[in-house]
């Protein structure tokens, strides 16, 4: 915190977004009072040039990480600068820069240490029975637990830039445990989100990508089910949309 003011951070992971990049920056940062940083991860195309072009902070991974990865740098380089939370921002347009301050007032507030901006009647069937299934095996009661388009406060940053996520292949299901076991409080907000424009979604775009998806889940949020419900902090009500 710098002179009582909050300091945050716009993490943007992206892959080939040259054609929403510009646009994802220019809402980001007509939000003002916040800080960006683009997770360039291996692309190919002229992502890396336009975010440059626009005087934003890039970091190019030197090859293709993953989401996660590239979020989770992001995370530590929050970490490292002090900034006292951090949100994640798809580049692909979908999240609504406008809605930021609704997702960052629970956290400010101290009513919740994550929030989720969940819009859970988005997407297609298959991405619905996911949710479903994956829910029921990990004992994760959020709404919308793909959804990239998050807020983390201190305590979440410190855990999820530790070794013990290092490993994680998603941002869902791993991650919303690992939060849990840590007995950080998760919340929900209501967003609406865009229809994607342009590209194809990194989970559900074909089936050999779903079937490993869902096998890695599945295990995953098996191993990770919290044994029993970890009650949240005395005030503060977890996994409710707010």
């Known amino acids: 915190m710098t002179g009582g003011r909050m300091r945050g951070l716009v993490v943007i992971p992206a892959f080939n977004e040259e054609n929403m ?16 940083v683009v997770i360039d991860d ?19 991974m030197p090859f293709q990480v993953g989401a996660w990865a590239a979020v989770q740098a ?8 002090g900034y006292d939370f951090v949100v994640s921002v798809d580049a692909d347009g979908q999240h609504r820069a406008e809605d930021i301050e609704l997702l960052t007032a629970p956290v ?8 989720i901006g969940a819009c859970p ?18 004992g994760l009661d959020s709404a ?8 983390y406060n201190r305590h979440a940053v410190e855990a999820l830039a530790s070794s013990e996520a290092n490993l994680l292949q998603y941002q869902d299901i791993g ?9 950080l ?10 229809e994607r424009t342009g590209g194809k979604s990194k989970l559900f775009y074909s089936w050999r990508a779903v079937s490993f998806y869902m096998l890695y889940s599945m295990l995953l949020g098996i191993s990770k089910r919290a044994p029993k419900k970890l009650n949240p902090p005395q005030g503060r009500d977890n996994g409710k949309i707010m």
Request: proline share 1%; charged share 30%; net charge positive.
């Open 74 to 81: 992001g995370l530590r380089y929050a970490k490292r600068e």
């Open 108 to 115: 400010l507030a101290g009513e919740a240490d994550v929030t």
């Open 42 to 60: 291996g692309s190919t195309d002229a992502t890396r040039r336009l975010v440059r072009e626009r005087n934003v902070l890039c970091f190019p």
């Open 121 to 138: 009647e988005r997407g297609s069937r298959l991405r619905k029975i996911a949710w479903v299934l994956l829910k029921a095996l990990s």
């Open 175 to 183: 991650v919303l445990c690992l939060l849990q076991t840590q007995r």
């Open 21 to 36: 990049i510009g646009r994802v920056l220019d809402e980001v940062g007509a939000c003002g009072g916040l800080d960006i």
């Open 144 to 151: 919308d637990i793909t959804s990239g388009f998050r807020v």
């Open 185 to 194: 409080v998760v919340g929900e907000v209501a967003v609406q989100m865009r």
